[in-house]
């Protein structure tokens, strides 16, 4: 790790930014620098106003990426270099109001049913039936688990938050039949890593790639031919929960979304809203 990447990470940890920020903005900044094959410390201002061009005209970024690639970039910069250039003043990423991919129930149903793997199995099912996002789910822990209460400790969510989420029964279940299979002291999905480490004392987490590509071998297995990713499963869970009617601001919490204007994008995918949605446009119309 070389000194700028050190004081560039220092400075993350010091904004209080999640592991996983962390990594995304360290990666935005030396995809920069190996795009101009040196040192971003010597990139120049025009060089990062060609680069912003390169990867909105050629490369074609989605609005997530290039806004993880703008706050990246601009944060190192800022925080790191201390340059405060006009650049960062006029960027801003393109703004998308896609809805998102919603599963039915017995679509999920059919994707975990052809999840061969326990490990995977299990861990799929806990994201969707407690709504997690993936990291959240990769990462649990055995002291997150409050059986008494049917409730998970959501440690260092996203904005590194911590939350509640109910624990179904069932799902308690086959997380304790799954634990058995390794029984380590700290994690629930522990990972052997490169040196093949026993799982009763691995210190690692199931890799979140093993688990995106289990998922999308199953989605294709289902039939499905959704554009779905594992955090399809928490949009899905909330929309499903709205649909039973459950109140929009528990699942707010549950999510751990700060907004409410967040969770109310669910509202829009619900197959009653649709439903009632049609059924007065029908009444309007044959009223005329």
């Known amino acids: 790790m070389t000194e700028l990447q050190m004081r560039m990470i220092q400075c993350l940890q010091l904004r209080g930014l999640s592991e996983r920020t962390q990594e995304a903005y360290t990666r935005a900044v030396r995809q920069l620098a190996e795009h101009y094959h040196k040192s971003p410390d010597l990139i120049t201002e025009e060089e990062l106003r060609q680069y912003f061009l390169f990867i909105k005209n050629v490369k074609h970024y989605s609005r997530n990426t290039s806004t993880i690639a703008i706050c990246g970039i601009k944060f190192f910069f800022e925080q790191t270099l201390n340059r405060n250039w006009s650049i960062f003043g006029i960027l801003r ?32 099912t806990t994201i969707y039936s407690c709504g997690l996002r993936l990291q959240e789910g990769t990462n ?21 938050k911590d939350r509640y989420v109910p624990l179904p029964e069932r799902t308690l279940e086959i997380l304790r039949q799954y634990w058995t ?62 649909e039973a009617g459950l109140n929009l601001r528990l699942i707010q919490e549950y999510l751990g979304h700060t ?30």
């Not at 995918?269 to 044959?286: C, H, M, P, R, S």
């Open 259 to 288: 907004s409410p204007a967040t969770t109310s994008l669910y509202t829009h995918l619900t197959v009653k809203a649709e439903d009632l949605g049609a059924l007065a446009i029908n009444q309007i119309i044959n009223d005329l």
């Open 93 to 124: 990423a393109p703004r998308e109001k896609k809805l998102p991919v919603i599963l039915s129930t017995e679509e999920v149903r059919k994707i975990l049913a052809c999840l061969r793997l326990p490990r995977y199995k299990v861990c799929l």
């Open 181 to 242: 299979t390794h029984r380590n002291p700290v994690l629930i999905f522990p990972s052997p890593g490169h040196g093949n480490v026993p799982l009763s004392t691995s210190t690692e987490p199931m890799a979140r790639s093993s688990v995106q590509d289990a998922f999308r071998t199953a989605l294709k297995e289902s039939g499905s031919n959704k554009h779905a990713s594992v955090h399809t499963l928490r949009h899905s869970w909330a929309t499903h929960l709205l």
């Open 140 to 160: 649990l822990r055995v002291a997150d688990i409050d059986s008494p209460r049917r409730m998970i400790h959501v440690r260092h969510g996203k904005g590194a």
